[in-house]
Nanobody
Framework: QVQLVESGGGLVQPGGSLRLSCAAS????????MGWYRQASGKQRELVAT???????NYVDLVKGRFTISRDNAKNTVYLQMNSLKPEDTAVYYC??????????????????????WGQGTQVTVSS
């Protein structure tokens, strides 16, 4: 069973920094795109940043220059370094990944498949 587990959230003052981590585990063959999304209270979930297996990154305009996404392919882990945090960055942050993994559901039902996975979310609160 593939799963994503986030860590690193918490309470920080405006202007402060946090680093989020998300580790993928299970019978993983390869991880394609990994990303971070966030959902503030009463709002829809929105994209924050993504990174491909080769390291190409993409950021939403609101976080450009303040957030940095990176990944360690050997550890199946993606990170989000968040600097110059603002109260409007307060949200639950979710890890997301397209993962190719091996499955075995019986003699005639086994092989590789690519599915999209979500982590359970980690709360980030920016407040003085």
């Amino acid at each position: 069973q593939v799963q994503l587990v986030e860590s690193g959230g918490g309470l920080v003052q405006p202007g402060g920094s946090l680093r989020l981590s998300c580790a993928a585990s299970g019978r993983i063959f390869s991880i394609l795109v990994m990303g971070w999304y966030r959902q503030a209270s009463g709002k829809q979930r929105e994209l924050v940043a993504t990174i491909t297996s080769s390291g190409t990154t993409n950021y939403v305009d609101l976080v450009k220059g303040r957030f940095t996404i990176s990944r360690d392919n050997a550890k199946n882990t993606v990170y989000l370094q968040m600097n110059s945090l603002k109260p409007e960055d307060t949200a639950v942050y979710y890890c997301n990944a397209d993962i190719r993994s091996y499955y075995d559901e019986g003699y005639y039902n086994k092989g590789y498949r690519t599915l999209n996975y979500w982590g359970q979310g980690t709360q980030v609160t920016v407040s003085s």
